[in-house]
T-cell receptor, first 113, second 113 residues
C-alpha cells in the first residue's frame, strides 16, 4: 500500500544543520514535496523535487532523493529558531493534475538557542 | 491572490448540531481537497474534487460527513450530526497541475462539546 514514514521529532541547536528523513513506498511517484506547518497555520509548500533528480538546493534547504531506496531527506543549514515547525513529506503517485498527495505524519523540529 | 480562504477559523458547537465549514479556493485552481488533522491520526484526506466533481471520498469517515462543490470558487464540508470525536482542524487546499503542490488554507478548528 501507499505510505509515507517520518520520524516524529527532531531537536537541534541554533546554527546546527537539521536533517529530516522520509521514506515512501510508491515508486510511481513523480514529485515529492516538503511542507512546513507553523503553529496555528496551514501547511506551506517549502520545496519539491522531481523524481529524476537526485538533489535540489534552494538557499538553506537541500533536498536529497534516493529513488532506489525510496528515501527523501530535507537538510536545513544554519537552523534558526524560526525554523521550529512541523515538516511534512508528501508524495504524488501519478503525474496528473489534482491527484491527491499522500502525507507523512510530520516531523516536529525544535530549535533551541 | 488572497490564497485559500476558509471560514470560520474557529467553531465550537454542541454534540448533535450541524456544522458547515466553507472554503474558497484560489481562482483558476481546478482541484480542491479537504483534510482533517488530529494529533492521533495526523493529516487525513477526506475528499477531493477535480473540476467541481468529487473524485475520491473514501476518506470521509461516515455518512454524517458530506461535501459539495457547487462551483469552481466554493466548497462546503458538512457534519450532521456532529460528535465530540469530530473535533479536529479541518483544512482545505487547492491546486493546479502536478508540480506546484497544494496551497492550504489556514484551517478551521472545530471543537464539539
Amino acid at each position: 500500500g501507499e505510505d509515507v514514514e517520518q520520524s516524529l521529532f527532531l531537536s537541534v541547536r541554533e546554527g546546527d544543520s537539521s536533517v529530516i528523513n522520509c521514506t515512501y513506498t510508491d515508486s510511481s511517484s513523480t514529485y515529492l514535496y516538503w511542507y512546513k506547518q507553523e503553529p496555528g497555520a496551514g501547511l506551506q509548500l517549502l520545496t519539491y523535487i522531481f523524481s529524476n533528480m537526485d538533489m535540489k538546493q534552494d538557499q538553506r534547504l537541500t533536498v536529497l532523493l534516493n529513488k532506489k531506496d525510496k528515501h527523501l531527506s530535507l537538510r536545513i543549514a544554519d537552523t534558526q529558531t524560526g525554523d521550529s515547525a512541523i515538516y511534512f513529506c508528501a508524495e504524488s503517485p501519478l503525474n496528473q493534475a489534482g491527484t491527491a498527495l499522500i502525507f507523512g505524519k510530520g516531523t516536529t523540529l525544535s530549535v533551541s538557542s | 491572490d488572497a490564497g485559500v480562504i476558509q471560514s470560520p477559523r474557529h467553531e465550537v458547537t454542541e454534540m448533535g448540531q450541524e456544522v458547515t465549514l466553507r472554503c474558497k479556493p484560489i481562482s483558476g485552481h481546478n482541484s480542491l481537497f479537504w483534510y482533517r488533522q488530529t494529533m492521533m491520526r495526523g493529516l487525513e484526506l477526506l475528499i477531493y474534487f477535480n473540476n467541481n466533481v468529487p473524485i475520491d471520498d473514501s476518506g470521509m469517515p461516515e455518512d454524517r460527513f458530506s461535501a459539495k462543490m457547487p462551483n469552481a470558487s466554493f466548497s462546503t464540508l458538512k457534519i450532521q450530526p456532529s460528535e465530540p470525536r469530530d473535533s479536529a482542524v479541518y483544512f482545505c487546499a487547492s491546486s493546479l497541475g502536478d508540480k506546484g503542490g497544494y496551497t492550504f488554507g489556514s484551517g478551521t478548528r472545530l471543537t464539539v462539546v
